[in-house]
């Protein structure tokens, strides 16, 4: 083999090299099957930018008169109509079918014991194109002032401080029995995140839940899009579930604050909830039963009963609440 030729290949080792390493957080995946990856899109809602007019609470020792400024300049007047303003981002979330695997999950006394653990891969991309109120100066007072208190501007994230350029995924998963009315907390096991790892990863790389809130997620582009892929994971689930939602927050820092029972002003926050029903038994668990979606029924009553319990009004696979 001449010089020319070895020189050839160490550059063709080199590059190969290279591409296999993306960037950190980044995941190379194998390509997926058409519609074995479910894409939830980011619901933009111009609203979400703001809140009000509300009467802000507790400042009722602030009340005075001024000599030479407007009573209606002081913070008492203006704290009974107040506009509250934030800038809004979405991340786009999609996920692969829920499915189930059998690990050898560490104990409290050191021993190892066989679990049954359901999880659900998933993919964030951060897509741009968020909110933020687009007020004018005020020259004389030096302040932002919104001739419309529902205003807001649609910028991509690119290059602006707010909302930043990237991102970072705070997740929090929830999957919750309609029967039983059990909420189940996603764990991080590390063994199981391994063994799903290779399962269906091929080579990539998933985060669990902790994990990928380290990882800063930048604006895709059409040419270069940017996944990260990351892993829920339960173990300990009630086999005779049969209905049952997954709430997942930290895709968008959109909250509300609205009064709980006793008149207090708590905050609630944007949640993704996917629906899924099992149509098999306690007897023997396995993945090929659950399904993605509200079941339908010919019967309306027994219709009405199934979206009763998912608290829907109508056949939905998933939708934004506040929670």
């Given at each position: ?17 290279a ?61 009974v ?45 951060n ?36 909302p ?56 895709s ?96 696979d ?6």
């Amino acid at each position: 083999m001449t010089r020319q030729r070895c020189f050839i290949y160490f550059v063709a080792s080199c590059l190969t090299i290279a591409v296999s390493f993306p960037a950190f957080g980044q995941t190379v995946v194998r390509p997926l099957a058409p519609g074995v990856l479910k894409v939830i899109p980011p619901e933009y809602k111009t609203e979400e930018t703001f809140q009000g007019p509300i009467q802000l609470t507790n400042i009722t020792k602030l009340d005075w008169e001024p000599n030479y400024w407007p009573r209606t300049e002081t913070l008492r007047v203006k704290s009974v109509e107040t506009v509250l303003r934030r800038n809004v981002w979405n991340l786009e979330f999609a996920f692969k079918p829920l499915r189930m695997i059998n690990v050898d999950v560490p104990q409290p006394d050191g021993k190892m014991e066989r679990k049954l653990v359901w999880y659900l891969v998933y993919r964030v991309r951060n897509n741009g194109n968020h909110l933020m109120p687009n007020g004018k100066q005020d020259a004389p007072f030096d302040r932002i002032i919104y001739d419309d208190p529902q205003v807001v501007d649609s910028v991509v994230g690119v290059g602006t401080d707010e909302p930043r350029d990237s991102i970072r995924f705070f997740p929090h998963f929830v999957l919750q029995s309609i029967e039983q009315q059990v909420a189940y907390m996603d764990r991080v096991i590390p063994a199981a995140v391994a063994a799903i790892e290779r399962r269906e990863m091929r080579g990539g790389q998933l985060y669990n839940s902790v994990d990928i809130s380290r990882v800063a997620v930048p604006v895709s582009k059409p040419d270069n899009p940017v996944d990260v892929w990351g892993v829920a994971t339960w173990e300990g689930i009630d086999p005779r579930i049969d209905y049952f939602s997954i709430y997942i927050k930290g895709l968008t820092n959109a909250y509300r604050l609205v009064p709980d029972q006793q008149g207090k002003m708590v905050n609630v926050q944007k949640t993704l909830q996917l629906n899924f029903w099992r149509p098999g038994d306690a007897v023997y668990e396995h993945e090929g039963e659950v399904r993605f979606g509200v079941p339908a029924v010919e019967n309306p009553v027994e219709q009405s009963k199934i979206l009763l319990n998912y608290n829907l009004k109508e056949r939905v696979d998933y939708l934004w609440v506040y929670r």
